[in-house]
């Protein structure tokens, strides 16, 4: 039996492993990937985002034991970019989601980086893949909301919360990151805190103004207002939680699986795969494009050419013209 035999076993150790194989981005890593892809596609993938300590790691958790309830198995990753080193965070998301643990229905991963090569969005794309193929039916990505690395990681996504509180100081934290576009469902939690409500109204709102926002799929979402005239759109709804008393967790889970539902019947779903398959593409040949460029150049020729660049001998573009043969070169 191959790793890859036991992890479609349901192995949970072959699994572990393979997430390892697959962090670290080795050509094993891709071996393993390229036998799990054809038993990947049956999982729906929830994004969970927000700012930091509006309590995504504690809804997420929520949300899973909701899903469990249900009878549906449930895989959870946690990312963190902001943290690749220090790891307290990640430490922090371990402790909290640990009364999840010990059910074989639930497997928790947390990542911070991989490498300079791959990228974040990749690698965590990557672990999705072995969660689905491992088969978990829901897959829950934990990212904190700091700019381009959730909205990267929301393409790898099926479905995107984003997670607000009230009195983090801004009214709503998501206008000023421009997460907002990124969202399929909005979510209030610390609903038992003051200002819940003025968070609720801000977000009802920027989405009844029947303003249209493009979304990251490059595609225009309905809102409030705009669905009646729109039937086959999807219309962001806004949730209240208070994910430390489990209130309003049943309704996110419904919300989640209608937006499942809809991008099923509508057909949206098969270009959310198309959107998925094409970042990881990209992602996937930059990276390539970067490992060759360190195998068949030497440190000494690239510091050369950067010199060069530098003191204004060479030009960028021309620099990288004299590298690409190198790099495209069949060998
Ligand atoms: N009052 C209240 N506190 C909450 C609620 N949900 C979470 N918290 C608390 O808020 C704090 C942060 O929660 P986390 O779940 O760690 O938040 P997070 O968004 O995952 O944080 P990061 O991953 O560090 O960005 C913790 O002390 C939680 O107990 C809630 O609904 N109401
Ligand atoms: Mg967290």
Redesign the pocket.
């Known amino acids: 039996m191959t790793l890859t035999d036991d992890l479609l076993a349901g192995n949970r150790r072959a699994l572990a492993r393979t997430i390892t194989l697959v962090e670290n981005d080795g050509p094993d890593a891709h071996a393993a990937l390229a036998a799990l892809y054809p038993r990947t596609g049956q999982a729906h993938i929830l994004g969970v985002t927000?700012?930091?300590?509006?309590?995504?790691?504690?809804?997420v958790?929520a949300l899973a034991k909701a899903y469990r309830r249900r009878g549906f198995t449930v895989g959870i990753v946690?990312v963190?970019p902001t943290s690749p080193f220090t790891g307290g965070?990640l430490l922090?998301?371990r402790v909290?989601m640990r009364d999840l643990s010990g059910d074989p229905g639930i497997f928790i991963r947390s990542m911070a980086t991989r490498g300079s090569l791959g990228g974040l969005a990749q690698a965590t794309a990557d672990v999705i893949l072995a969660l689905d193929a491992a088969g978990f039916q829901r897959v829950i990505v934990?990212t904190?909301g700091v700019g381009q690395a959730e909205v990267d990681i929301a393409s790898t996504t099926h479905t995107t919360v984003v997670?607000e509180?009230p009195g983090l100081g801004d009214e709503v934290q998501a206008i000023k990151a421009g997460v907002l576009e990124i969202a399929d469902i909005l979510v209030v939690?610390?609903?038992?805190?003051e200002g819940a409500d003025k968070t609720m109204t801000a977000l009802h709102m920027m989405l009844g103004m029947g303003m249209r926002y493009a979304n990251h799929h490059g595609r225009t979402m309905a809102v409030d207002g705009v669905a009646a005239v729109e039937p086959a759109g999807w219309t962001t709804p806004i949730i209240k939680?208070?994910?430390?008393?489990d209130t309003g967790v049943d309704e996110l889970l419904e919300a989640v699986e209608a937006h499942r539902t809809y991008l099923l019947e509508s057909g949206e779903m098969q270009q959310r795969e198309e959107d998925r398959a094409h970042t990881s593409l990209i992602h996937i040949l930059q990276a390539s494009v970067l490992r060759r460029l360190n195998s068949r150049v030497s440190g000494d020729h690239l510091h050369q050419l950067v010199a060069e660049v530098a003191n204004r001998e060479l030009d960028p573009y021309s620099a990288a013209d004299q590298l690409l043969p190198a790099v495209l070169s069949a060998q």
């Open positions: 927000g700012a930091p300590g509006t309590g995504k790691s504690t809804l958790n946690a963190d965070a922090g998301d909290r934990e904190v997670v509180a939690n610390k609903a038992d805190r939680t208070v994910a430390l008393r």
